[in-house]
């Protein structure tokens, strides 16, 4: 089994910054894919930005240009620093890897449990 645990989340200004962490604990034998998407009441989820294995990025238009994703590998991490935040950046955000695992064949989609980020103009 793989856990993804996201921290960073809370409440901040418009124009303000947060740092998300996401981190992959469990049987993982590689992480192919990760990345941070966005639930804002009342709307679908959302892409917020992706990383490949490689680290090549892909960012939603709303986002482009304020925030940037990154991970390290080593400690099995995915990160989103996010600045320049305004009301319409509020949602829960989650964090999602593609696992490879001793226990499955191919990879996996896993989930986080979501963090809260609220902006207040």
């Known amino acids: 089994q793989v856990h993804l645990v996201e921290s960073g989340g809370g409440l901040v200004q418009a124009g303000g910054s947060l740092r998300l962490s996401c981190a992959a604990s469990g049987s993982i034998l590689s992480i192919n894919a990760m990345g941070w998407y966005r639930q804002a009441p009342g709307k679908q989820r959302e892409l917020v930005a992706h990383?490949?294995?490689?680290?090549?990025?892909n960012y939603a238009d709303s986002v482009k240009g304020r925030f940037t994703i990154s991970r390290d590998n080593a400690k099995n991490t995915v990160y989103l620093q996010m600045n320049s935040l305004n009301p319409e950046d509020t949602a829960v955000y989650y964090c999602?890897?593609?696992?490879?695992?001793?226990?499955?064949?191919?990879?996996?989609?896993?989930w986080g449990q979501g963090t809260q980020v609220t902006v207040s103009s």
């Open positions: 990383i490949t294995s490689s680290s090549r990025t």
């Open positions: 999602n890897a593609v696992v490879a695992t001793m226990t499955n064949s191919g990879f996996v989609n896993y």
